[in-house]
């Protein structure tokens, strides 16, 4: 089955339970093809678990979820040592970390020492435990919520560690139509918390997702591509309202979105609609406004529309 096909089916299954968001379902399926972690926002009640917990289960991997507090710790996550008293010895009890797609909720309530287990074992893809290294499932992937509108008792994750995240993918409040039609679907008796009621089925079996992360990493680019992606970046630097421009990471990243992103509309080479349709996710996470900019209002999308405007698409 071809990426295009797979995709569809997914965005099928998803749509079952998932009313509209289609930019938000395409962007977070392309970070999944592109092997990436993701960086959810938005005001609670938008669907974000939901939407998580459904890509689950239609990719066919465990899911796992974990409710960050402030009095969370590091072993919390990554799992502990237990004393087995009928082996006589201690051994490792994993953590939920230890699943395919993991949901990190509201990961910027808890303390930065916990953050850091977890995006360490993001970058690293194992957990070191008393000295003992344990590999994360293949693949692993990463979905954290963050609520834009309440900072009180938060933690913010640094720029660099938010620099982990592939995609910053922001959710809004649905359009008339959809939010109609989620009124109506609770009104029939959907259950979210009942995923198989809804007839929710899985699209990928075991391993065909890392085939098809296989295929997306041989997409064809061509050098006016490179080009324009690192003339995209460079002028971030160079911006006047932005104080810390994209490093060659974020080139990376808006590389590898924009091949799984290419594979999405049914191509397997990269035209300069798919990094600039992109940027935006990639960007808006990596770089820091000037306070001066921010005073007027400016915001990072702001900016990078303004980047990207600025740059010669080429043909």
């Given at each position: ?300 999308d702001d900016v990078v529309k303004r980047v990207l405007d600025s740059v010669s698409v080429p043909r």
């Open positions: 089955m071809s990426i295009e096909a797979s995709v569809l089916k997914i965005q099928a299954e998803i749509g079952k339970v998932i009313s509209g968001q289609h930019d938000v379902i395409e962007q977070v399926v392309a970070a999944v093809l592109a092997n990436g972690h993701v960086l959810l926002e938005g005001v609670p009640g938008l669907g974000k678990t939901l939407l998580v917990r459904t890509l689950g289960f239609t990719l066919g991997l465990k899911f796992g979820r974990i409710q960050f507090t402030p009095d969370m710790m590091p072993s919390d996550v990554s799992g502990t040592m237990i004393f087995d008293s009928n082996k006589n010895e201690f051994e490792f009890r994993p953590g939920p970390i230890f699943a395919g797609l993991l949901l990190a909720d509201e990961i910027n309530r808890t303390p930065p020492k916990t953050q850091s287990a977890l995006l360490e074992a993001m970058e690293e893809r194992k957990l070191t435990v008393d000295g003992v290294s344990h590999p994360l499932p293949a693949p692993f992937l990463v979905f954290a919520t963050q609520n834009p509108i309440e900072y009180e008792g938060t933690y913010p994750l640094p720029e660099a560690q938010q620099d982990r995240f592939l995609v910053k993918v922001l959710l809004k409040y649905p359009s008339q139509t959809d939010e109609i039609e989620v009124l109506k679907s609770h009104h029939s008796g959907f259950n979210p918390q009942r995923l198989e009621d809804s007839h929710v089925e899985a699209v990928l079996k075991p391993g065909e997702l890392a085939e098809l992360q296989k295929e997306v990493i041989n997409t064809t680019v061509e050098d006016k591509v490179f080009d324009y992606i690192y003339q995209i970046i460079k002028l971030t630097r160079d911006n006047r309202d932005i104080m810390v421009g994209g490093s060659p990471r974020a080139g990376i990243a808006l590389l590898n979105i924009s091949k799984a992103m290419a594979h999405i509309r049914g191509r397997n080479f990269v035209t300069p609609d798919d990094v600039k349709d992109m940027a935006p996710a990639v960007l808006r996470h990596r770089i820091q406004l000037r306070p001066e900019s921010e005073i007027e209002g400016l915001t990072t």
